[in-house]
């Protein structure tokens, strides 16, 4: 086995897990639509797709966790006689056994997506409990639409957020992309990430702290719907 059919198989684990995300997001919007269908997240349709999304965190925790014992396998093997490939598949398995037994699912409920999900859920309840506020839409529309657009911009690109991510620590928002490639670049720098948003004190932003808004991410996918 070489070392490039090996990074390989890795690329292709990772597109696998890219769709597993995907539909991770999918089973969070019809577990919206239900909530709000049924104003509440106590209906056992919902309670049996929080057990789903359970169930793929820790699919993806899995594959991260199998990704990174390859990885390290692999790097050992580099510094080491040609014959230790041959023991290559044999060390992945007994490593990567190891570090699962070490994992507890109880940490599966702060997985990115499962947080996603949950506040999802009860976003969508206090939406259906705040529709009677919405009566004042029609008097102020151009005002509502206005402060939309401004809610679903990113502050670093100025454009309309696709994937947006609310941080934990300030509760501002951003595009993923957008925020992800300036945390990488001051990590590059050796620099903390400071919030992009004008007046923030945040001065360390940093991927855990980053959870993606399905509510927001809905509510822009329906504005563009109605503008269509």
């Not at 001051?186 to 959870?211: A, F, H, M, T, Y």
């Amino acid at each position: 086995m070489s070392l490039s059919a090996v990074h390989g198989a890795l690329s292709s684990l990772k597109s696998c897990q890219a769709d597993l995300n995907t539909g991770m997001d999918i089973v969070t919007d019809v577990a919206m639509d239900l909530s709000e269908a049924q104003d509440g997240g106590d209906h056992p349709d919902i309670q049996a797709l929080k057990a789903v999304m359970l169930e793929c965190a820790q699919l993806d925790r899995e594959i991260n966790c199998f990704v990174d014992t390859v990885q390290q396998v692999t790097a050992e093997a580099r510094t080491q006689q040609p014959e230790a490939m041959f023991s290559l598949s044999a060390k992945v398995k007994e490593h990567f056994t190891q570090r699962v037994a070490q994992l507890s699912d109880a940490d599966l409920s702060n997985h990115q997506k499962v947080v996603a999900f949950n506040d999802g859920i009860r976003n969508s309840s206090q939406e259906v409990n705040n529709e009677s506020a919405e009566t004042m839409e029609a008097l102020g529309q151009d005002i509502t639409v206005t402060q939309s657009q401004v809610n679903f911009t990113c502050p670093l690109t100025q454009e309309e957020m696709v994937n947006p991510v609310k941080n934990k620590k300030c509760s501002h928002h951003y595009g993923r992309e957008a925020i992800m490639d300036l945390i990488r670049t001051k990590q590059k720098q050796k620099k903390k990430c400071r919030c992009p948003v004008i007046g923030c004190v945040n001065s360390n932003v940093v991927e855990s702290d980053l959870v993606p808004d399905q509510m927001l991410r809905r509510k822009i996918q329906n504005q563009k719907r109605s503008n269509c």
